[in-house]
């Protein structure tokens, strides 16, 4: 479930991002890892994954002053699917350049903003990013007491902390004034500078990168990780209660009960539906197969069976289907009420988010740092930054966060995160020194002298849900600093 980095990055070139279609303020597109929908103003904000609520590019004031700049796009920027769709907005106020660049990725979006004081007086400027969750209550994320260096992250997180989430990974250190989980609902991260001189360049990046945190023996049903967010998280609006198919003994006969009850549902002379209870639906041209396949889903949610919504085209003609999981991935033409695949080809196929297991303890601090320490390796880049002083504002308090200039690859090296020369890592070591003011590392030492010494990473990721890549980085930082030395 841990992909290494070089995956993430190899997957992030192969697959493209494609379009949904724009309607009226904003864009939806998908790759197979999420959903964003996309506003005009990218200043606005973007939803990712049906969930949580950020704008892309910040909202900028100027000495107190609200800047106008919005970074607006074409729609045909989004005509064919592509590796990597570029957003790129400027404009010039006063004595300030403003630039936006948004990269629509495979796995993530990167937003770089740049501001140039071209005066002769200094200035301070402040880059607000709003954050919400698109129903209501969610939950930040900071790893500030669980590892000393990796603190360039925070995640937004379902209140429950399993399903869809949300890392948001700066060009340098965070350092929140919360720790561990702040339960809210609204939430706003600012970036402000105490002065930018004459001639000076502000420059910021983030990452945003959609994935889901499950809970390892928690109380949803036991399905493979693969399955578990078309249970649990759907990424169109559907909500309300749907029929009741009552109980059901295996996936398979779930199905094909569910497929029974909606067929006795009244239907016109076109096969669309006429009752749909108190299901909301996203249509408003009437009851189309859309209709049906979203009705549909909201039933498998309900009655715990995975499902996908699939939309397919031919030529001009689009018709929506579900994929039910009844032991194995089966088209259902809903609308016609039908095991069967319609004769279109598949152009959407709702996305499975990238998973990372979490483990269930009492202890869900721990648990959210171990469930999503691996962030960190995305954030690993040059970026060159200006001397920033971060204020987070949260409903509740003002955060405030430092950013030095250097390079992400400097800041990381105290933990041994950059380029090192390939050696074996599994093998038997000697523990030299427990004397590390570091959980993450005292953790590694515990297991490495737990096992007599042998350290093979396939298995110690198993036991403490850290992926390979982080166990690794923290084993040669071990031996860098003389906490441990390899012996055979």
């Known amino acids: ?3 290494a980095l070089a995956l993430i990055l190899l ?13 009226g303020d904003y864009s939806v597109l998908f790759t197979d890892n999420y959903v964003l929908k996309v506003p005009n103003d990218l200043t606005q904000q973007a939803v990712f994954q049906n969930k949580f609520m950020v704008n892309l590019v910040p909202k900028i004031s100027i000495d107190s002053t609200a800047s106008t700049f919005q970074a607006t796009y074409s729609t045909e920027s989004f005509d064919n699917p592509s590796d990597r769709y570029t957003l790129v907005s400027s404009s010039s106020e006063a004595t300030i350049d403003i630039k936006s660049e948004v990269n629509i990725e495979f796995n993530q979006i990167v937003s770089k903003i740049e501001i140039k004081n071209n005066g002769n007086a200094a200035v301070q400027v402040n880059l607000d990013y709003d954050i919400a969750g698109k129903n209501g209550q969610f939950s930040m994320f900071s790893p500030e007491n669980y590892n000393n260096v990796s603190k360039n992250y925070m995640v937004v997180m379902q209140p429950d902390l399993d399903g869809q989430a949300l890392g948001i990974i700066g060009s340098s250190l965070l350092r929140p004034s919360f720790t561990g989980l702040y339960p809210t609902s609204d939430y706003m991260l600012s970036f402000t500078t105490a002065k930018l001189g004459p001639g000076e360049t502000l420059s910021l990046e983030l990452k945003f990168y959609p994935f889901a945190v499950r809970k390892e023996g928690g109380t949803a049903p036991l399905y493979p990780p693969e399955l578990f967010s078309f249970m649990s998280e759907s990424l169109i609006d559907t909500s309300g209660n749907t029929i009741t198919i009552g109980e059901a003994a295996t996936l398979s006969d779930k199905v094909d009960a569910m497929i029974e009850a909606v067929t006795s549902i009244a239907k016109k002379s076109d096969s669309s539906f006429t009752e749909l209870h108190n299901v909301a639906l996203s249509s408003t041209a009437g009851f189309d197969s859309l209709d049906s396949a979203e009705y549909f889903k909201q039933l498998c949610i309900q009655n715990d069976v995975p499902c996908r919504l699939v939309i397919g085209k031919s030529e001009d003609t689009y018709y929506a289907w579900i994929k039910a999981y009844n032991g194995q991935w089966t088209d259902i033409d809903v609308q016609n009420s039908e095991k069967q695949t319609p004769s279109y080809s598949a152009y959407y196929t709702e996305p499975a988010a990238e998973f990372h297991a979490m483990p269930y303890t009492d202890d869900n601090n721990k648990a959210a740092y171990e469930g999503t320490a691996w962030i960190a390796y995305i954030g690993q880049a040059n970026f060159l930054i200006y001397f920033l002083v971060i204020i987070v504002v949260a409903s509740s308090g003002v955060i405030f966060v430092m950013f030095r200039r250097a390079i992400m690859a400097k ?63 923290g084993i040669r930082y071990l031996i860098d600093q003389k906490f441990a030395r390899k012996i055979a």
């Open 1 to 3: 479930m841990k992909k």
């Open 11 to 23: 997957l992030s070139i192969a697959f493209p991002v494609k379009s949904l279609g724009y309607y």
């Open 411 to 473: 800041l990381l090296a105290g933990k041994g995160m950059t380029s090192k020369p390939v050696i074996e890592i599994n093998g038997k070591y000697e523990i030299l020194s427990e004397a590390i003011d570091d959980a993450f590392m005292k953790e590694i030492i515990s297991k490495i002298k737990e096992r007599g010494g042998i350290v093979n990473l396939d298995q110690m990721a198993e036991t403490t849900h850290f992926s390979k890549e982080l166990l690794e980085e």
